[in-house]
Structures are given as structure tokens and as C-alpha cells.
């Protein structure tokens, strides 16, 4: 075996880990989010998660290798904290806690994206096509997800900051009204 097919299996098997743990994470994300896009977004993604699993089964099997886990500390690190921004997002205005968790899924889905390119480009450097093929599939639905999320983003920020601008001039106008009434009480005082 060569040294560049091993590598590939050592990927496999830290992706493995990590897909399994995030079989256990989303179900979390999902019952954390208010939008019902978002929730959509983790429930599709959790469905496509269960399928690389076995999809990375079906590449340590075209490898000749066993489908075994190996820690995978990243992911673990990802995942904690996730479960942080789920606790704060509890105390958050929705649209906020919203933007929260896209922001940790999408970090996950970057490291995934990274993880995904690296053992695709291993499996073609060791003329494993196949498994090349099964991990192209992976990462372009990693990819998907990504994009879905900024997607998803977008009109949460613009919503945010609309009601942020809304929120500072009733601010404004409440310091305006208030102030006007304080001129007024010490011109009378004098």
C-alpha cells in the first residue's frame, strides 16, 4: 500500500468520525432554530450527513480497508462549540440566534469542505477513481449547504439590522421627547 493510500484511509476514517458526530449534532441544530428555512436546512443536511456515512463505508470497502472511525478532534471542537452558541442563542432574540447558528454550521462546513477536497485530491493522486467519485459527490453537497446557509443568512442580517436602525430611532425619538420635557421643567424652575 502505498503511502498516499494510506493517508486517504486515515482521512476516511477521521471524516467518518466526524460525519458520525454531526449525525448527533444537527438534531440539536434543528430544534434550536427559529426560522423554518433554517430548521429545513438542517434537517435536509442531517438526511445528507446519514448518506455520506455510508458513502464513506462504501470508499474504505473500494479501498480494501475496514470502516472504522478515528477520533476526530476537529470535529469534536466544532461541535462544542455549537452546543455554546445553541446555549447563548437560548438568551439571543431569534433572528440573532438564528445568524448564530449559521455561523457555527458554517464552520463545520468549511472545515468538511477542506476535509473533502484533501481526500478527493489523495484518491485521484492514488488512481482511486472510484472513491474519488463517491468524496466529489460529498463535497459538492458540502458545498450546497454552505451556499444554502450564506442564502439563508442574508435576509436574516438585513432583517436584523433593519430592526437594530428601527429599535435607535425609537431610541432617538424616546431621548428627543424626554429631553424636550427636562428643557422645559428647568426653564419653569428658573
Given at each position: 500500500?502505498?503511502?498516499?493510500?494510506e493517508?486517504?484511509?486515515?482521512?476516511?476514517?477521521?471524516?467518518?468520525?466526524?460525519?458520525?458526530?454531526?449525525?448527533?449534532?444537527?438534531?440539536?441544530?434543528?430544534?434550536?432554530?427559529?426560522?423554518?428555512?433554517?430548521?429545513?436546512?438542517f434537517?435536509?443536511?442531517?438526511?445528507?450527513?446519514?448518506?455520506?456515512?455510508?458513502?464513506?463505508?462504501a470508499?474504505?470497502?473500494?479501498l480494501?480497508?475496514k470502516?472504522?472511525a478515528?477520533?476526530?478532534?476537529?470535529?469534536?471542537?466544532?461541535?462544542?462549540?455549537?452546543?455554546?452558541?445553541?446555549?447563548?442563542?437560548?438568551?439571543?432574540?431569534?433572528?440573532?440566534?438564528?445568524?448564530?447558528?449559521?455561523?457555527?454550521?458554517?464552520?463545520?462546513e468549511?472545515?468538511?469542505?477542506?476535509?473533502?477536497?484533501?481526500?478527493?485530491?489523495?484518491?485521484?493522486?492514488?488512481?482511486e477513481?472510484?472513491?474519488?467519485?463517491?468524496?466529489?459527490y460529498?463535497?459538492?453537497?458540502?458545498?450546497?449547504?454552505?451556499?444554502?446557509?450564506?442564502?439563508?443568512?442574508?435576509?436574516?442580517?438585513?432583517?436584523?439590522?433593519?430592526?437594530?436602525m428601527?429599535?435607535?430611532?425609537?431610541?432617538?425619538a424616546?431621548?428627543?421627547?424626554?429631553?424636550?420635557?427636562?428643557?422645559?421643567?428647568t426653564?419653569?424652575?428658573a
Amino acid at each position: 500500500m502505498t503511502q498516499v493510500k494510506e493517508l486517504l484511509i486515515e482521512e476516511l476514517q477521521d471524516l467518518l468520525d466526524a460525519e458520525t458526530q454531526l449525525t448527533a449534532a444537527l438534531p440539536k441544530m434543528v430544534e434550536a432554530a427559529h426560522h423554518p428555512k433554517l430548521k429545513e436546512a438542517f434537517e435536509k443536511h442531517l438526511v445528507q450527513t446519514q448518506v455520506q456515512v455510508e458513502r464513506l463505508r462504501a470508499g474504505m470497502e473500494l479501498l480494501g480497508a475496514k470502516a472504522e472511525a478515528k477520533p476526530c478532534k476537529g470535529m469534536v471542537g466544532l461541535i462544542a462549540e455549537g452546543e455554546e452558541t445553541i446555549r447563548k442563542g437560548a438568551e439571543k432574540e431569534p433572528l440573532a440566534a438564528d445568524l448564530a447558528l449559521i455561523a457555527a454550521a458554517q464552520r463545520v462546513e468549511h472545515y468538511e469542505i477542506s476535509a473533502y477536497g484533501t481526500a478527493r485530491s489523495l484518491a485521484r493522486q492514488s488512481g482511486e477513481i472510484e472513491c474519488a467519485k463517491l468524496l466529489s459527490y460529498t463535497l459538492g453537497e458540502e458545498e450546497s449547504t454552505d451556499f444554502l446557509l450564506t442564502t439563508i443568512a442574508d435576509p436574516l442580517v438585513q432583517q436584523l439590522s433593519l430592526d437594530a436602525m428601527g429599535a435607535g430611532a425609537d431610541l432617538d425619538a424616546e431621548e428627543t421627547r424626554s429631553g424636550g420635557r427636562r428643557k422645559k421643567a428647568t426653564k419653569t424652575a428658573a
